[in-house]
């Protein structure tokens, strides 16, 4: 191999995870039973990747990574069902509230000085700033498809004027940036 590959290392892992919380009647003055469902807070898939490269002697370090979390279920909707018009599929009256997937990026950076005796360090948590979104799947198709348009003026309830999934939460992502200095003496 190449003498440069020395000096870097790829890395990574996933999990594909299938649960299953089977139906279940429950004693409930406001609901039935639950649905089968997926275990609330667990999501169906997890990445996590990243390369570290060190350079001019091993005083210098780059470490880039990114994780992706696939969508789970943040909290258990209705136990009643109503027909999809579309396509007949059963849906729930009220969805369950989804945690949609998302990406998140990290840079760090390692410069030792003076033999080791100096370490500056910079990193950069969720560079993507990317929001964390809640939504719930009203047309019954696994994602997050178009948010609804609401007319808030309509007699005070609100009216859907277009789109076909409810976004009840939006997050915005934020970037942290970190520098430090370290001295050993």
């Given at each position: 191999?190449?003498?440069?590959?020395?000096?870097?290392?790829?890395?990574?892992?996933?999990?594909?995870?299938?649960?299953?919380?089977?139906?279940?009647?429950?004693?409930?003055?406001?609901?039935?039973?639950?649905?089968?469902?997926?275990?609330?807070?667990?999501?169906?898939?997890?990445?996590?990747?990243?390369?570290?490269?060190?350079?001019?002697?091993?005083?210098?370090?780059?470490?880039?990574?990114?994780?992706?979390?696939?969508?789970?279920?943040?909290?258990?909707?209705?136990?009643?069902?109503?027909?999809?018009?579309?396509?007949?599929?059963?849906?729930l009256?009220?969805?369950?509230?989804?945690?949609?997937?998302?990406?998140?990026?990290?840079?760090?950076?390692?410069?030792?000085?003076?033999?080791?005796?100096?370490?500056?360090?910079?990193?950069?948590?969720?560079?993507?700033?990317?929001?964390?979104?809640?939504?719930?799947?009203?047309?019954?198709?696994?994602?997050?498809?178009?948010?609804?348009?609401?007319?808030?003026?309509?007699?005070?309830?609100?009216?859907?004027?277009?789109?076909?999934?409810?976004?009840?939460?939006?997050?915005?992502?934020?970037?942290?940036?970190f520098?430090?200095?370290?001295?050993?003496?």
């Amino acid at each position: 191999a190449a003498p440069w590959l020395e000096n870097i290392t790829v890395f990574g892992n996933g999990s594909l995870i299938e649960s299953k919380v089977k139906a279940k009647a429950i004693i409930n003055p406001f609901i039935d039973f639950f649905p089968e469902h997926s275990l609330t807070g667990q999501a169906e898939y997890i990445i996590n990747t990243g390369i570290n490269i060190a350079a001019f002697k091993k005083t210098f370090e780059a470490t880039f990574t990114y994780n992706r979390t696939g969508d789970y279920i943040n909290q258990l909707g209705s136990s009643i069902y109503v027909v999809n018009p579309i396509g007949g599929k059963p849906l729930l009256n009220v969805p369950h509230f989804i945690t949609q997937a998302r990406d998140i990026v990290d840079i760090g950076l390692k410069q030792s000085l003076l033999k080791n005796k100096v370490q500056l360090k910079f990193n950069i948590s969720n560079l993507l700033a990317k929001p964390l979104i809640i939504y719930q799947d009203f047309n019954g198709d696994d994602k997050l498809t178009t948010a609804f348009r609401i007319d808030a003026t309509f007699s005070g309830q609100g009216r859907v004027l277009s789109g076909e999934d409810n976004v009840s939460s939006i997050t915005i992502g934020q970037r942290t940036f970190f520098f430090s200095i370290a001295l050993t003496l």
